[in-house]
Nanobody, 123 residues
Framework: VQLQASGGGLVQAGGSLRLSCAPS?????TGWFRQAPGKEREFVAA????????QYGDSVKGRFTISRDNAKKTLFLEMNNLKPEDTAVYYCAATTAGLIVSSIKNGSYYKSWGQGTQVTVSS
């Protein structure tokens, strides 16, 4: 599956952005990772479609939310109260495998990746 991520941009701290990822297949797991310059890839959020189990990275809990538009087959990442440390390239990723919870946050289990969209948060 060729994923397309979009919605990034420049926003001030405290602001909001919504990222989109299409197409979103409703099997396996679909999620978001990010990578800031000079840092390792970091898990952001993901949803396992079999049971709706949703995981969030510790640094984004309470601020970011995954949602899906079934008609448009698009996965969204709603990002609120953005902080400068959220600045990164954000990638959507998917796998048709039914990952166990402990594997959802591991990017090596995802087989399809989008091209990334830049999010920059100014202080």
């Amino acid at each position: 599956v060729q994923l397309q991520a979009s919605g990034g941009g420049l926003v001030q701290a405290g602001g909001s952005l919504r990222l989109s990822c299409a197409p979103s297949i409703r099997s396996g797991v679909t999620g978001w990772f990010r990578q800031a310059p000079g840092k390792e890839r970091e898990f952001v959020a993901a949803r396992r479609w079999s049971d709706g189990n949703t995981q969030y990275g510790d640094s984004v809990k309470g601020r970011f939310t995954i949602s899906r538009d079934n008609a448009k087959k698009t996965l969204f990442l709603e990002m609120n109260n953005l902080k400068p440390e959220d600045t990164a390239v954000y990638y959507c990723a998917a796998t048709t495998a039914g990952l166990i919870v402990s594997s959802i946050k591991n990017g090596s289990y995802y087989k399809s990746w989008g091209q990334g969209t830049q999010v920059t948060v100014s202080s």
